[in-house]
């Protein structure tokens, strides 16, 4: 027994020792190995960021370049030729715009007034009756589009509720098909069928009410319009010189109250002739909305769109230049006069060589002596020169450096080195 013991303990130890020599062999092993895998990755990572930057570190030399060029504004085409006939200029009489007391005045006899001088202020107290019946119809028409909306909610909701007893009956019916259930296969396609046409029914019902709600909300809208459109005209209550003269034969008086229309006075225009014509039907919109785009040629003079005065007349609109003959010697009563009407030139042109451009739509700016891409849009060849193009872009200026040199997948921020 006591070999035994001794021989038990001597392999216990034995065990032990291996054991420790082992984990101190795993001990040095994984240092060395987290080491190596440290080294790979650093190196790793150099290789790649050497990769990626090298094409930048060696700049591309003796790169033809050219100076992108401005193209002048030519002469656009007119949009339309009006002819007219310079006429002498007519007083005008400027009127109350609705009917009530004025509230202040502002001109007196004799006066010289300019083009939107202050004549006089309107105070108007009354609500116009067709504003009554339209406040009336817009709350009705309101009350109808809110009880339509709830119908359209409540529909919806029928339609889900619907939905999930269709998903109900097909999980059933699946079910007594699998357990060849006959009655209640049946029982549960009779069911399935009745909830599949009740949904239908509701589905149809919410398609032809949701045309009813749009049509309802486009009526609402249109009554808004018309409301703002009589506010308007009740409230513009400063009446302004629609020309430059003199005012004659001032009757104004801040007690009485007058109806719509009633002459105030008299202006006696300060320029002796009268250039007008029609506004096309094509340019009216453009016209109405963007008239700082266009300008008016005659008998050589140029002049902003912004100088004609515009009047509405029922359908028709016209533009009219009040003018003096000392101003303008070559302009007499009575002469025929050929009117243009054109539009400032939108786009930028640059004149640039074809090879210069990339993919149709790219260029090369030279910035800091480093590649700058930018997109460009093609407009047009230059007849003068085959080998140039016409093109434009927000992000080209005139006297921009741009790479004409043919290059291999270029890179942003290359340097380069022009000859």
């Known amino acids: 027994m006591p070999e035994d013991e001794d021989t038990l303990k001597a392999r216990v130890f034995g065990i032990l020792l291996a054991n420790l020599y082992c984990n101190a062999f795993n001990r040095v092993m994984s240092k060395r190995l987290i080491a190596s895998l440290f080294i790979s990755i650093v190196f790793i990572c150099g290789y790649i960021a050497f990769a990626y930057k090298s094409p930048n570190l060696k700049a591309l030399e003796n790169v033809q370049h050219v100076i992108a060029q401005r193209l002048e504004k ?39 007034i300019e083009k939107d001088d202050p004549l006089f202020m309107m105070d108007h107290q009354n609500i116009n009756a067709a504003m009554l019946d339209l406040e ?24 889900q509720l619907e939905t999930k007893n269709v998903e109900r009956l097909t999980d059933a019916l699946k079910r007594a098909k699998n357990i060849n259930n006959a009655t209640d296969a049946k029982r549960y396609q009779k069911a399935l069928n009745i909830a599949q046409s009740k949904r239908q029914q509701h589905i149809d019902h919410l398609r032809a009410s949701s ?41 104004l008086n801040t007690y009485i109250t007058y109806p719509k229309d009633t002459p105030i006075c008299q202006i006696i225009p300060k320029h002796d002739l009268t250039l007008k014509f029609k506004i096309p039907e094509h340019l009216k919109k453009e016209i109405n909305e963007f008239p700082n785009y266009f300008f008016i040629v005659f008998n050589r ?79 047009a060849d230059d007849p003068s020169d085959a080998l140039s193009a016409f093109v434009s872009s927000e992000y080209l200026t005139d006297g921009d450096v741009v790479v004409v040199s043919k290059m291999d997948h270029p890179q942003r921020n290359q340097h380069v080195q022009i000859n």
């Not at 005008?92 to 001109?107: A, C, D, M, R, Y």
């Not at 009705?140 to 529909?155: D, G, N, S, W």
Request: aromatic share 8%.
């Open 211 to 251: 045309s009813v709600v749009f049509f309802q909300k486009k009526h609402i809208d249109d009554l808004l319009v018309k409301k703002i459109q009589i506010h308007e005209k009740t409230t513009i209550n400063l009446v302004k010189a629609p020309i430059a003269g003199t005012a004659k034969n001032v009757r």
């Open 301 to 379: 003079h140029q002049l902003p769109l912004n100088a004609f005065d515009h009047y509405h007349n029922k359908n028709e609109e016209t533009l009219a230049l009040h003018l003096n003959h000392g101003d303008f010697p070559d302009i007499n009563l009575s002469d025929d006069v050929t009117i243009q009407i054109f539009k400032y030139q939108e786009k930028i042109l640059y004149r640039i060589p074809k090879t210069a451009m990339h993919d149709n739509d790219t260029i090369y700016k030279i910035v800091d002596n480093a590649l700058e891409p930018i997109t460009v849009h093609y407009e």
């Open 136 to 159: 009336k119809q817009l709350k009705k028409e309101k009350a109808k589009h809110r009880e339509l909306q709830i119908k359209q909610h409540r529909t919806e909701e029928l339609i």
């Open 74 to 112: 030519s002469p656009p085409t007119p949009l339309h030729l009006s002819y007219t006939t310079v006429k002498s200029s007519t007083q005008l009489t400027p009127s109350t715009p609705f009917k009530g007391k004025i509230k202040e005045i502002f001109v007196h006899e004799g006066q010289m």
